[in-house]
């Protein structure tokens, strides 16, 4: 059972750069067909789909956040990070890595793995 643990700074001020990590516990995230992405939840808000990383590398990023994101991993430390710059007050929401497998579409916000979550507040 593939488990998610999400982790940051929590605090932020506007203009800054967001760092966050996602281990993942009881697989490997270059097994194949696996999907790991991002997502965020501002309060009061939908859940949003940033962007992923495949099991082969390749990265897909949300249109309108791509210009401020950057979805990486490091295989040896089966981690993966998402940075995020130019943070803005909007951008305060909990942040969630997420799993899904092939042939599930990766761009939505239904997976089947979660991380718990970790609160950003954007304020200076």
């Known amino acids: 059972q593939v488990q998610l643990q999400e982790s940051g700074p929590g605090l932020v001020k506007p203009s800054q750069t967001l760092s966050l990590t996602c281990t993942v516990l009881?697989?490997?995230?270059?097994?194949?067909?696996?999907?790991w992405s991002w997502l965020r939840q501002p309060p009061g808000k939908g859940l949003e789909w940033m962007g992923a990383i495949a099991y082969s590398g390749n990265t897909f990023n949300n249109p309108s956040l791509k210009s401020r994101t950057s979805i990486s991993r490091d295989n040896a430390k089966n981690t993966g990070y998402l940075q995020m710059n130019s943070l803005k007050p909007e951008d305060t929401a909990v942040y969630y890595c997420?799993?899904?497998?092939?042939?599930?579409?990766?761009?939505?916000?239904?997976?089947?793995?979660w991380g718990q979550g970790t609160q950003v507040t954007v304020s200076s």
């Open positions: 009881g697989g490997s995230i270059t097994t194949n067909g696996y999907y």
């Open positions: 997420a799993a899904t497998i092939w042939p599930r579409v990766v761009t939505t916000t239904d997976y089947p793995y």
